[in-house]
């Protein structure tokens, strides 16, 4: 490794599928110990960026470190420090947990204590239980627990809450939180913005295959340069006005035909859009106000939303 603290080292690497680039010559670094996120609507091409880095795609062009090894030319080496989870982890539904998790130590020169592993994933009651019979989240739980049987430095992790109910979601955080503690250094994918917000201490967003923003969530949410959104529709269709003219607004955003205006003064903002509504006799639909997230980060920069809906 570096002397510096940087345990990824990502230099411009891109990624083809024909003629497509998924992946258009990102750069990043991860530092030691933190939680990295990489936060994207689907397709910005944040799987395909994990399987270059855990040795699963070449890339077209660039280069990659981990842990001070080459992607390319010291994958074996990369392969002992990393642990992976990918999206599509398919399990010997037979086997036990404990079986399972036996089998993979296996396939180490060393490994950590099984009974330990399989209670920091919170499955101890369930060490001889089929998988078969796990739900969601204990099989996500499993997942990570076979990452780590080889005691790596960095875990990977790909949208591991995509599909869990609220509760389980919430354990896994805590998990993951628990990891960190213990100083692995994880990158996790998630297009859920609370998410990254909650567990990552930098986030890079992002888009079409780039890098749009690299930062802390409260970093991010700063560069808005104010703290409330305000959204809404109106009711007649096409109507075509002048919303800089509103009091208070520091930036707008607008999708089809909802709009969001930024500002740090709520009253101030609201009461001069309702007055203009009614001046110009147009109906307000589905208005809302809230503290500015990560998604209006990510609104603002690209003009559309994380996620439909
Ligand atoms: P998701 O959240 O849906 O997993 P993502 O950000 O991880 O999205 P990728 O899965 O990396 O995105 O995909 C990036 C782009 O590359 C998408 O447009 C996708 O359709 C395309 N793509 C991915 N894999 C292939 C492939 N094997 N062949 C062709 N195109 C692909």
């Avoid at 411009?12 to 990295?36: M, P, Q, R």
């Avoid at 979601?169 to 990254?196: C, F, N, P, S």
Wanted: glycine residues 8%; contains cysteine; negative net charge.
């Amino acid at each position: 490794m570096s002397s510096h603290d940087e345990i990824i080292q990502v230099k411009n690497l891109v990624k083809k599928y024909g003629d497509f680039t998924a992946v258009k010559g990102i750069e990043f670094e991860v530092h030691k110990g933190e939680v990295f996120g990489l936060l994207g609507p689907n397709g910005a091409g944040k799987t395909t960026t994990l399987e270059m880095l855990v040795g699963l795609r070449k890339p077209d062009q660039g280069t990659a470190r981990i842990g001070g090894f080459d992607i390319k030319s010291q994958l074996n080496k990369v392969k002992e420090v990393i642990g992976v989870q990918l999206q599509s982890t398919t399990l010997f539904e037979l086997l036990t947990v404990e079986e399972i998790l036996h089998l993979y130590a296996s396939f180490y020169p060393k490994h950590v204590s099984i009974p330990d592993i399989i209670e920091d994933m919170l499955l101890t009651d369930k060490t001889k239980s089929r998988i078969k019979g796990l739900s969601g989240g204990q099989k996500q739980r499993l997942a990570i627990a076979l990452a780590l049987v080889h005691d790596p430095w960095v875990i990977f992790l790909d949208e591991p809450t995509t599909g869990l109910d609220p509760q389980a979601r919430r354990t896994l955080w805590d998990i993951i939180l628990l990891l960190k503690e213990k100083g692995k250094t994880i990158v996790l994918t998630t297009h859920y913005m609370d998410e990254a917000h909650v567990l990552c201490d930098r986030i890079a967003i992002m888009d079409q295959g780039q890098l749009i923003a690299l930062d802390t969530p409260s970093q991010l949410v700063k560069t808005l340069q104010s703290n409330s959104a305000v959204e809404f529709r109106f009711e007649n269709d096409s109507v075509d006005v002048d919303l800089t003219s509103i009091e208070g607004v520091k930036q707008i955003g607008n999708q089809n035909d909802v709009y969001v205006l930024y500002t740090d003064d709520l009253q101030i903002t609201l009461t001069s859009l309702i007055e203009m509504a009614s001046e110009r006799q147009l109906k307000l639909k589905d208005l809302q106000t809230r503290t500015a997230t990560l998604e209006d980060v990510f609104i603002h920069m690209t003009g559309r939303r994380l996620r439909e809906g």
